[in-house]
């Protein structure tokens, strides 16, 4: 079993910035790439960026790129994401996942997910 805990989501003005992290615990020793995704009030979930834990393979939406960054700590087994330059559009429950195999895009290949952290953009 992996366990995964976001931290970082709150309320932030459109322009600011916020830092999501998500700690995996337990067996991470085959977990090959993790990924955020969102999903807001009424609408299905969706990608917003994802990578190897090792480097190399990293995705973003259109929505977010050149605004969002993931990076990952091994050493300290944490996946954050960096956004920048919010958006009212970006309020959404953020989520993080773990999957075995290479990284993907599709909710549906993560094996493993946080409760999620709220994010919202509001003035």
């Known amino acids: 079993q992996v366990q995964l805990v976001e931290s970082g989501g709150g309320l932030v003005v459109p322009g600011g910035s916020l830092r999501l992290s998500c700690a995996a615990n337990?067996?991470?020793?085959?977990?090959?790439?993790l990924g955020w995704f969102r999903q807001a009030p009424g609408k299905e979930r969706e990608f917003v960026a994802a990578?190897?834990?090792?480097?190399?393979?990293?995705y973003y939406a259109d929505s977010v790129k050149g605004r969002f960054t993931i990076s990952a700590d091994v050493a300290k087994n944490t996946v954050n994401l960096q956004m920048n330059s919010l958006k009212p559009e970006d309020t959404a429950l953020y989520f993080c996942?773990?999957?075995?195999?290479?990284?993907?895009?599709?909710?549906?290949?993560?094996?493993?997910w946080g409760q999620g952290t709220q994010v919202t953009v509001s003035s």
């Open positions: 990578r190897a834990w090792g480097g190399g393979g990293i």
């Open positions: 337990g067996n991470i020793f085959n977990i090959n790439a």
């Open positions: 996942a773990a999957r075995f195999r290479m990284v993907s895009k599709a909710s549906g290949d993560y094996n493993y």
